[in-house]
């Protein structure tokens, strides 16, 4: 019995390391989660504009192109780091990115977009989180891509990296465009 | 030629390793004494090998050789020349290379200054120590060469990522690393001590050098990250709870309970296995660490590029460098036969408690830092675990911790007089009280973090200074004799002193930060003013300056309060030349009780500027109390006690502050 006490240790390291070793799967991407949303209408969005006396978000007003929708939060460090790159979405390849402030203050989210520069289209808040559970983002920052008939086509989980945005958003939104 | 020359020089590095992993420890075995001392000039010539490699590396960058690739990735020809050093490291080759320098710094010095350990012992250790290496040389040459050569090579490269290009950050990985790197060697004694069969008081007293100066420089190390933080990221914060701060963070705290507990080995010959177990988890977390940084299994801003090839290659090193041990624990733990038995109530026993509380909130971290991986391979489900769970749990544990520690050092070995420790805190449960009472005036609807936070800092403050008086008895005799007591009270008791008064300032310091931060935000005018906190910050003018390698549009504000000009403040929103990424230069002006922070943002394109200022009550506390807590453990790393018979000297020390 007091022998068992000595391997409680290796017992637990070994339950880590195949924890691990499922984690490391390649073909686990954890930046393009399936998401069940795919191929399904997106789900409906009526948030608060994020700036005073901006009008409601809604998808509506975007039916008939392709845009991309970015959650964030200012409290989100990875957020900062992809920030730079969601202008070049507009930029290089013609997609408007709507912004959606997660779980956030609105004055805080507002401080983060006037510190680093607002690239969205339009931001509405979700402050309690409730539009996030409906897209079921796993956190902060996720991006979708929403196709001209209002259906999700693309999900990408966690901050966009130059490799990311090259390698799986790019052909992502070239594909949608078609 | 030269990087060719680096690469071939940690070819010999490993060949060195692999003797000194093989020989020594069958010489050991067999009683074969040239094979045993031949860990020493291998310890010597792997070490430098690897300064020779590290050398060429940082010449490659120096020199802004792009034909070698992670130069070209991570280093420009206009950056500065101290973020091109710097940048030997900012990356993962790079920072491989520096961890297995480190590794070998530490085997390097057992074997030059281990002049006194029993031979055996000595063996095995730098054996266990090479077989690490051989683990990281194998991995670097197999996986992620630093020295791989581009060609054609580019005429320019990429910059180091603008984040990182700050002094606190050139010299955060070298420290951290150091850190806990360095408790590899005090595995080493470990699993040497294990195989040994033996562990006694005079292993605990070759241990502690090591574990201190680890602790130390472990210490400073996250310390740094967390001011970069503050400085750079521009919004204040300084602890986030992400993944890979976590990760530098568990080592400490499992290292602070080995700290503590190879204390009672040491005196009370207690407590053994449990010591044992403790010096292969410290490391077991830092290879933890190393692992979720360079997989990329977790995601986090600082995870180099994640390959998983090199996560599988790691994954596989932690799983034999800790499985292998800990499987020799449970062989051999169970006959480590404790010294007498101890009171609950005593010294022992409260660094017991020490140790079951540390241990828990390691294990509390670690539970947040997996656990969303946990929930995203079993349910599919994803989550992320934030600052309320780290409160709720982390917080909760450190507050009964945080009141020990000062019952902790009134407490006699063997039996401890509880009423008696208690009646002299009486002064400290006073002062504690009456800041709880202040934190609830100054604002009585906050949070209450505020007055619990302020209490145990303060009662421990408080009791830390007495114990203190009492111990040099500040108030008998004439003050030669006290000056006399103070001189000669041993500098290991001083370090613990400074130690636990450095905690006890840094605590204040986060519960005010954490609690009465405020900030205010606004479009200004030059011209035009924002108030907080009885503060006016005015800003004078924006003007656009050229840095080395950025242009930056600068404020100048003018700081005062009841018309009096406290200050000028400078921030700075910068634009990279390579890189198109704006980082924020936050101006702060520390003052004893608050740290005034300014943050310039867009332009409105009418001509005003978005402005951030906040007001942070206390937070230079954090810098100043883990200072002290560093200054306490090189002062207990000079205590002379542990010098003779042990194997360090003031080269560690050195080494330590370097």
Known sequence: MRRLIFLLPIA??????????????????????????????????DLAGLSDGAPRLTLAQFKGQLVAINFFASWCLPCRAEHPLLKQITAEFGVPVIGIAWKDKPEDSRAFLAELGDPYVATGTDQNGRTGIDFGITGVPETFLIGADGTVVYRFAGPLSPDGLREQLAPAIAEAKQ | MIPELGHYALVLALVMALAQATLPMVGAARGIRPWMQLAKPAALAQFAFVVFAFLALMLAFASSDFSVAIVTQHSHSEQPLIYKLSGTWGNHEGSLLLWVLILTIFGALVALFGENLPPRLKARTLSIQAMISVGFLLFMLLTSNPFARLNPAPVEGEELNPLLQDPGLAMHPPMLYLGYVGFSIVFSFAVAALIDGKVDAAWARWVRPWCLLSWTTLTGGIVLGSWWAYNELGWGGWWFWDPVE???????????????????????????????????????????????????????????????TRGVFILALLAIAIGVPLSLYALRAPVLRGGGLFAPLSREGALVMNNLLLAVMTATVLLGTLYPLLLELTTGRTISVGGPFYMATFGVLALPLLLLMAVGPFMGWKRGDVRGALQRLIAAGICALGAAIVAVWIKSDGPLLAPLGLLVGVWLLVGTLVEFMERIRLFEGNPARIWNRARHSPRAAYGMTLAHLGLAVAVIGMTGAAAWKSENIKVLQPGQALTLQGYEFKLESVQGIRGENYLADQAHFVVSRDGDVISNLYPERRQYLVQPMPTTEAAIRSMPFADLYAVIGEPDGKGGWIVRIYHEPLVAWIWFGALIMVAGGLTSLSDRRYRVGAPVRAGAAQAAKA
Do not use: C, Q, Y
């Open chain 1, 12 to 45: 637990i390291v070994a339950v880590l390391v195949a924890l691990f070793w499922i984690g490391l799967d390649p073909k686990r991407d954890k930046s393009a989660l399936p998401s069940a949303l795919v191929g399904k209408p997106a789900p409906a969005v």
């Open chain 2, 246 to 308: 976590n990760a530098s963070f568990m080592p400490w705290l499992i290292g602070t309970a080995l700290l503590h507990s190879a204390l009672v080995v040491e005196k009370r010959d207690a407590l053994k296995s449990w010591t044992i177990l403790l010096s292969i988890l410290t490391f077991g977390f830092s290879l933890l660490g190393t692992f979720l940084v360079r997989s990329g299994i977790i995601t986090s801003v600082h995870a180099f590029a994640d390959d998983p």
